[in-house]
């Protein structure tokens, strides 16, 4: 299985990032076709990146109110912190952790034949319909969950391309499509298809420094 982890099409050009030499960046985008005819979509209008010894990760998120505190506060601390600034109804947010990460650019790839496919770490995170994120408590644990049906995955066919960082912004260019993933809080298996593909820029926050993605 491809590596991904849970937390809780042709690219259209919706908005534009630019990054210091003016050059102009799209939007990461597409629609999740999960198998049992659920659908959502990952519209990523605002990403945030870091690096750090090699290690690169960026957080895609579907909701343009979404900041770089949210994102760490998300990602440090799971399901207790409100994720609904990062969130729209019936869309996918996506994270990625990237290995050997080299500022002049780095490529990965899903095939086997290579190694590349081990350096990078995905989770597709999907809120399905509408619906709320709500403080619940469910067995021992207790949190902010989506009153709604939740599907989590990752790819298994992708290309990405990384480059930048070091305090300036990640430039990332991905492709993906056909999914293995999970309605986990309904202990069920569930595939999914989908172009997801679109080169963008993810502003640099610094604060996902101290986040448990980082050892050095």
């Given at each position: 299985m491809r590596p991904w982890i849970a937390i809780l099409f042709p690219a259209l050009i919706l908005a534009c990032e630019k990054d210091d030499t003016g050059v102009e960046y799209g939007i990461l985008e597409g629609t999740i076709n999960i198998e049992d005819g659920e659908t959502a979509i990952l519209e990523a209008t605002n990403v945030f990146g870091y690096d750090q010894g090699g290690v690169a990760v960026v957080y895609f998120a579907g909701n343009s109110a979404a900041t770089c505190e949210d994102v760490v506060a998300h990602l440090d601390?799971?399901?207790?912190?409100?994720?609904?600034?990062?969130?729209?109804?019936?869309?996918?947010?996506?994270?990625a952790q990237i290995q050997d990460?080299?500022?002049g650019g780095s490529s990965y790839d899903s095939n086997f034949d290579g190694d590349t496919w081990t350096k990078v770490t995905w989770a597709l995170n999907c809120a399905l319909g509408d619906g709320d994120f709500e403080y619940e408590y469910i067995g021992q644990d207790s949190g902010y969950y989506w009153s709604g049906?939740?599907?989590?995955?990752?790819?298994?066919?992708?290309?990405?391309?990384?480059?930048?960082g070091g305090g300036?912004?990640?430039?990332?260019?991905a492709e993906m499509?056909?999914?293995?993933?999970?309605?986990?809080?309904?202990?069920e298996d569930a595939t999914a298809s989908g172009l997801v593909s679109g080169t963008t820029l993810a502003t640099w926050c610094e604060e996902l420094s101290e986040t448990g993605f980082f050892t050095n």
């Open positions: 601390s799971g399901d207790s912190a409100d994720p609904t600034s990062l969130f729209d109804d019936d869309s996918c947010n996506l994270f990460f080299d500022s049906r939740w599907w989590q995955g990752g790819p298994d066919t992708w290309n990405l391309t990384a480059s930048g300036d912004g990640i430039v990332i260019e499509n056909d999914y293995d993933g999970d309605y986990i809080y309904e202990f």
